[in-house]
């Protein structure tokens, strides 16, 4: 009997609240871009915008409030839960595009994680 290894289906990364406000737009653009493009735009958009909506939006409010909740504590970082396939898709559009600093930093902390769970994709 053969066994299928399991694979992680979510990698959880640190961001700062500027990382996770840039990502959040980040994500409005695709969407955008979804919008300008229809049906003719890439798979790739339509599942950026579905995370987008259904679960970033609300990780970013619980990051929000955590902000303001430690205000002399600028520099804390908060948990972000993001599947895979996100980061995957995120991580390949990012080495062909010219990105912020903060995403930069998002880039290097799902390349980590990826890394680790060696499920980074080849080009």
Request: net charge positive; glycine share 4%.
């Amino acid at each position: 009997m053969n066994m299928i290894r399991e694979i992680p289906l979510h990698i959880e990364l640190r961001v700062y609240f500027r990382e996770a406000d840039f990502l959040g737009a980040y994500f409005k653009r695709v969407w955008y871009d979804l919008d300008a493009l229809g049906k003719y735009a890439p798979d790739q958009h339509f599942v950026l915008v579905e995370y987008y909506k259904k679960q970033f939006v609300k990780d970013h409010l619980r990051i929000s409030r955590q902000y303001k909740r430690v205000s002399k504590k600028k520099n804390s970082t908060y948990g972000l839960n993001m599947p895979v396939s996100i980061a995957r898709i995120l991580w390949k559009n990012w080495q062909n595009e010219v990105i912020f600093d903060e995403l930069k930093n998002v880039l290097g902390g799902i390349d980590g994680c990826l890394k680790n769970l060696n499920l980074e994709p080849h080009d």
